[in-house]
């Protein structure tokens, strides 16, 4: 960031299979904070790979979302964002599976005393700190995140320049019936927060 100019880091959704939530990592999220750095998470090496049946190129379709829900649902376990409060990270795939698993982690935090001791605030609460992509490839699924997560919070998202990538991120955007107001947060205003950029005049 000094040297070069980035406005932050890409990191995997698990580092040599520990998840980014594993208190080991706390050094380096106070330094993105310290920083003001911007962390995207994106899959690598994703879990579940022996559950798979069928061609190489389904770790890309189905495990690396499920390996990044697993990621941002540790970060919500770990209260990270509580402890980090001015940290910014994003998560690809838009969240992955994390957009269905929220509703189960926010039920079992109200039933179980275990996971209420433990994680200090909402699940939903400090999902919604959290950035995610649009990358979903689906209308009611965007909508969905965006109920869910916060039209504040989702950015454009391509996946490029994997084969496996949105083409036409903008008009995926626009397709999905915004208003001109959330269409403008999620192609450029949201990603210039993220980023730390100076919003367009």
Same mark, same amino acid.
């Given at each position: 960031?000094?040297?070069?100019?980035?406005?932050? $880091?890409?990191?995997?959704?698990?580092?040599?299979?520990?998840?980014?939530?594993?208190?080991?990592?706390?050094?380096?999220?106070?330094?993105?904070?310290?920083?003001?750095?911007?962390?995207?998470?994106?899959?690598?090496?994703?879990?579940?790979?022996?559950?798979?049946?069928?061609?190489?190129?389904?770790?890309? $379709?189905?495990?690396?979302?499920?390996?990044?829900?697993?990621?941002?649902?540790?970060?919500?376990?770990?209260?990270?964002?509580?402890?980090?409060?001015?940290?910014?990270?994003?998560?690809?795939?838009?969240?992955?599976?994390?957009?269905?698993?929220?509703?189960?982690?926010?039920?079992?935090?109200?039933?179980?005393?275990?996971?209420?001791?433990?994680?200090?605030?909402?699940? $939903?609460?400090?999902?919604?700190?959290?950035?995610?992509?649009?990358?979903?490839?689906?209308?009611?699924?965007?909508?969905?995140?965006?109920?869910?997560?916060?039209?504040?919070?989702?950015?454009?998202?391509?996946?490029?320049?994997?084969?496996?990538?949105?083409?036409?991120?903008?008009?995926?955007?626009?397709?999905?019936?915004?208003?001109?107001?959330?269409?403008?947060?999620?192609?450029?205003?949201?990603?210039?927060?993220?980023?730390?950029?100076?919003?367009?005049?």
């Amino acid at each position: 960031m000094k040297t070069l100019g980035f406005p932050g $880091v890409e990191v995997g959704s698990n580092i040599n299979g520990v998840p980014i939530g594993a208190p080991q990592f706390d050094p380096f999220f106070e330094a993105c904070e310290a920083l003001g750095a911007a962390v995207f998470v994106h899959a690598i090496r994703p879990a579940g790979m022996e559950r798979l049946v069928g061609p190489a190129p389904l770790q890309q $379709v189905i495990a690396y979302p499920g390996d990044v829900g697993l990621a941002a649902a540790s970060v919500i376990t770990s209260n990270l964002m509580v402890r980090r409060p001015k940290l910014r990270i994003a998560f690809s795939h838009g969240g992955g599976t994390l957009g269905l698993l929220l509703p189960r982690l926010q039920q079992g935090w109200g039933v179980f005393p275990a996971l209420q001791e433990s994680v200090s605030e909402a699940p $939903v609460a400090q999902a919604r700190k959290l950035f995610y992509d649009t990358l979903v490839f689906d209308a009611p699924a965007l909508r969905y995140l965006t109920e869910t997560f916060g039209s504040d919070q989702l950015l454009a998202g391509t996946d490029y320049p994997f084969n496996f990538h949105e083409r036409k991120p903008v008009e995926r955007i626009e397709a999905a019936g915004f208003d001109a107001d959330t269409i403008a947060r999620l192609v450029h205003r949201n990603a210039e927060r993220f980023l730390g950029l100076k919003a367009n005049a």
